[in-house]
């Protein structure tokens, strides 16, 4: 279980700049608001790469680690511009604050 506090932190400081956490507000990223438990590819009115929009990733805990460590090798062809994230604590942190972005 991660510190959602902590995720919050490394979330604003790693994602904002390209992702929104408003619902319906896409930036450079898509929202990201609701993404956990979200099929990949699929928010509305975003520009997704094909095998971002084919590949029918269910956004939960094991493909969210997998993905932040190293999106171009677990998702060859995202368009994300994103290097990764190598510590396994900070992506455990930053998923308890993605679980959060939601109704």
Not at 1 to 12: C, T
Not at 26 to 38: A, D, W
Request: aromatic share 10%; charged share 25%; glycine share 10%.
């Amino acid at each position: 279980m991660g510190d959602v506090e902590r995720g919050e932190k490394l979330f604003r400081a790693r994602a904002t700049q390209c992702h929104s956490m408003a619902k319906g507000e896409n930036g450079t990223g898509p929202s990201l608001y609701g993404v956990y438990g979200r099929t990949s590819g699929t928010v509305p009115g975003f520009s997704y790469s094909l095998s971002n929009k084919n590949a029918a990733i269910v956004w939960e805990e094991e493909a969210l680690m997998k993905f932040l460590e190293n999106p171009k090798k677990f998702l060859p062809g995202t368009k994300m511009n994103f290097a990764g994230i190598k510590s396994k604590k900070d992506r455990t942190d930053i998923i308890a604050f993605i679980k959060t972005i939601k109704d």
